[in-house]
């Protein structure tokens, strides 16, 4: 019998190509659902931008749904607002725990603390904005307030503010920062750890002169990135940021933002409501997609870089 | 294989390679490659590191199509037919064409289990049926005395020259016509290379072997034929002994004599 | 050096912060929910809008919405990461859709909302239940399975495949029966990490899965989370005891999700030692 090698194909390379068709529609379905959330969202607001008109929509600053009139600027200043305090408080803390994970912590100890940092990732919002309302909003109120009257004797806050929603949101956006930056850290190549011990740098003269500049870029990813999780953060920032649309003045006083303001007012929005909140996804949306792209840029060209 | 009887008298041409190229994107790995592969014989194929020895024999059961990059020209027939060819089945092929690794690879199951995964792979369900399969590919490549006690126990606990027997067996199980053997014995120690050695002269018998080595006392040793390779390019093919102790090409000898490579 | 002391102070000081606060967050949390719990407070119904009584329906809604979101994306984050690593070639249209998955993991979790209401429970009328957030949530960890899985099957040697398929093993046969069985721990790893993303999930929950306080009957009903249960008791007043009961066990979950997804992912280390 001299079986050949030209037989067979039948039902077994049928199947691989069953296979292959279902593994690619398989692949496609994240890209079909970025396609379809892109439509729906656009489609869902894009009246509501019209009707307003575009710029109207944009910078007017009166947001009061009841009248019939969106004006988004005090929701994006509120986002904008609790977003970079946070990011004030934020980036110090997460490279400093950056450093101390790669550069000074023994391996073992390390392990343990980045376990902690990935609990902090870990923790659902809505429970940080429980801690945030229980724990910060009253501090803020009894012990920021008397520190700040010291030089603005009328100052006043009920303690739901940008301050308490940044101070929690930067606790939230820590995990993602270290994570990055530690990556971006320890991947410097030994090399120039090494040309600057030999120069007679010392440690912190390293850390400082040569491993962070050289990261420098898997650094501001980490950050454009915390950015963008905190722009998109929800659930926390509702419970903290007394929700007021209105222009802030100070770190003490309550804003609404963008994500807080669809949760919120979704549930019982009117039909031409309803499409003004999606038109505030759009912007949201929009928003977060620079970031991201803005972040895969810099990180690309760290690849270069190395 | 019903057509060993007949094999010592005129041995039939198991591959037919004419004209083959081969490019890794715009490297050209394999130059004009012509050469005959006969049946029941061994074949080994000697050259110095980076002349397109493993990549050629990769070529045979189309192991090269795992690497994207790879462009191939020229024909490859296996008992007639084109491996290129549209009508080349190539599962077929390589269940008649097995292969044994330079470092061992089995699979991290049991030894049992990686014995049986190319039989269950071709449809044999009886369970006697494998656990006959079982026992004679491992008494084939002197390793059933050495495992039957542990036939279920993880294969990556067996030693580097076990686990290397084991590859051979598994690829034995499968019933193939020919075995490849990639620098089969070069992650190994002495003794486990004479091992893997011996079993090949008992094998020869029965299967089409072709063998990549850098050692050439193993080529010596084991081969009925021999081709040197250089840069892609195949210098000489011939009987083994006329290939050492009178190659017809100046740069054979160079080699053969250790003077490069 | 008063340079180094100050530097190292200051790295040592933030990284200690780091650590008591997420040691008072959890601390905090613990100490006024545990002493709420208890057999009562998980097996019974609630009483007064969650005022009194238990969360059970709570529970079994979670449960619900998880499992849903779960057996929708996990064969499809499994196959697509088979698909990426396994099968596809480098290409144009590979890269974008590997792109375009990162996208959906940055998309926020509000947007994922409004497009679950928009498209789940309007567009094809699923209206607020458990099918709408399910679909919804899954599309949130989606990413999350793709990934992990993808990485567990980088971390197969190319040597598994190349000896099955030299035995005349097809590409999905040395798939389904040597590379995937390899990536076991790692698989396992993402869906526990998901089930954290989802029993988190607020934001998404709230505007596809509606509030319903009642245990789910069918795929179409409306119910809660814990999350978004202890949401609405925060938000609207209604207990703190409960509240704090709530983020307690969600806390509770998500300290067991990390540690189960850390021993074994320690595992996979030494998987593939040889």
New interface residues.
Partial sequence: MKASISEKRGRRSIRETAIERILFLAGITATISVALITIFIFGSGIPALLDSGFVNFLVGTNWSPANGSYGTLPLTAGTMAVTLTALVLGIPTGIACAVFLSEILHRKAARVFKFAIELLAGIPSVVYGFFGLIVVVPAVRTYILPLVRLWDPDAHTTGLSILSGAIILAVMILPTIVSLSENAISSVPAEYREASLALGANKRQTITGVLIPAARSGILASIILGMGRAIGETMAILLITGNVAVLPKSLLDPVATLTGTIAMEMSYASASHQQALFAVGIILFIIIMLLNAVAQGVSKRMGVNQ | MGNNSNAAMRPETQFEIRDLDLFYDKFQALHHVDMDILKNRVTALIGPSGCGKSTFIRTLNRMNDLIPIVKITGSVKFDGTDIFGRDCDVIALRKKVGMVFQKPNPFPKTVYENIVYGPRIHGEKNKRKLDELVEMSLKQVALWDEVKDRLHKPALGLSGGQQQRLCIARCLAVEPEVILMDEPTSALDPVATLKIEELMSSLRERYTIVIVTHNMQQAGRISDFTSFFLNGEVIETDHTDAIFSNPSNSKTEEYITGRFG | ?I??RL??S??????I???A??LM??G??MYRGLTQISWEFLSEKPALMGKKGGIFPVIIGTLYVTGVALVIAA??????A???VE????GRLVR??RT?????A??????????G???FVV?LGFGWSVLSGGLSVS?MI??IL?RSTEEALKTV?????????????????TTY??VL??CKNGILTGLILSI?RV?????VI??TVGGALKVPMSLFDSTRTM??H??IL??EGIS?ER?FAT?AL??LI??V??GLA?IISARIGG??G?
């Fill in positions: 050096m340079k180094n530097f190292y200051v790295v040592w000081f933030l990284s912060l780091t650590l606060v997420l967050i959890i905090y949390i064969p499809i984050g499994i196959a697509a088979v698909y990426f099968y596809s070639k480098e974008i859709i375009f998955t990162e996208v959906l940055g998309i926020p979790s509000i947007i994922i909302g409004l497009f209401f928009a498209f567009f599309l989606l990413p793709i040697p190319l040597s598994y495949r190349e000896g099955s398929l030299s035995l005349g093993a097809s590409k999905w046969e029966k040597i069985p390899c954290g029993v988190g999930e607020t934001a709230m505007l999350a978004l202890m949401y925060a938000a703190q509240a983020a969600l806390v998500i300290l999700i990390n850390n998987a593939h040889k």
